[in-house]
């Protein structure tokens, strides 16, 4: 059964530090989106991506956010510059599109670690 | 606002069990949909169901939603050890292309 994967499963880094989160959606799948999870927390809607541009972000997702489907398996979101409240866990999911209604698959995470 | 509001925040029972979890939230919706996350994983999606739709059945699974009190419940019957989770409920405001609200969860603990 086709699945939404992330690399990696943990990033620790530097405050400062810029890191690049993957993800590679289910193939015929159109719409992507970027969602994190702070411990103990309720799960956050960062942005969505669709047709190579992004159709909505929150808040959160400001100018040290960034999304990009540099080929046509991945999608990434990059933090430019890592801060301590960065540290959540970061998950990837991708939907079908052009359905009426459409389920999210949501990938494993990436567990951010800001020292 | 608070969208998707669950609880109990902890369910705690024996295996055999039924275990009910409830959602509120405030906004008209597209859909509402349940998710589990076991301890420290991805999310799974259990079941979704329409803001035209009253119940739905998967498996163990049954849920309701009230869209007057703007309620949703998720039903396991006969709980087991692996439905050890965290349940949370999600809502989607528009049809097709929607983000999804989370609520804080519900964390499930099921004792064999």
């Known amino acids: 059964e086709p699945e939404v994967t992330q690399t990696p499963s943990h990033q620790v880094t530097q405050m400062g530090q810029e890191v690049i989160l993957r993800c590679v959606p289910i193939?015929?799948?159109?719409?992507f989106y970027w969602y994190r999870q702070i411990l103990g927390q309720k799960v956050e809607f960062l942005v969505s991506?669709?047709?190579?541009?992004?159709?909505?972000k929150s808040e959160i997702f400001d100018d040290q956010f960034s999304v990009e489907r540099p080929d046509g398996s991945n999608f990434t979101l990059k933090i430019r510059s890592t801060k301590l409240e960065d540290s959540a866990m970061y998950f990837c999911?991708?939907?079908?599109?052009?359905?009426?209604?459409?389920?999210?698959?949501f990938g494993p995470g990436t567990r951010l670690t800001v020292l | 606002s608070q969208q998707g509001e669950e609880d109990p925040q902890a369910l705690s029972i024996q295996e055999g069990e039924n275990a009910t979890m409830n959602c509120s939230y405030k906004?008209?919706?597209?859909?509402l949909q349940w998710y589990r996350q076991n301890s420290g994983r991805g999310l799974v999606h259990l079941i979704l169901?329409?803001?035209?739709?009253r119940e739905k059945h998967s498996g163990r699974l049954r849920v309701t939603l009230d869209t007057s009190k703007k309620s949703s419940s998720l039903l396991i019957t006969a709980s087991r050890a692996a439905d050890t989770a965290s349940y949370f409920c999600?809502?989607?405001?528009?049809?097709?292309?929607?983000?999804?609200?989370f609520g804080k969860g519900t964390m499930l603990l099921v004792s064999p």
């Open positions: 193939s015929n799948h159109l719409y």
């Open positions: 999600a809502t989607a405001q528009r049809t097709g292309y929607s983000t999804l609200t």
């Open positions: 991506f669709y047709n190579n541009e992004i159709s909505e």
């Open positions: 906004t008209s919706i597209n859909n």
């Open positions: 999911a991708s939907s079908p599109g052009l359905q009426l209604i459409n389920e999210q698959f």
């Open positions: 169901i329409r803001s035209n739709e």
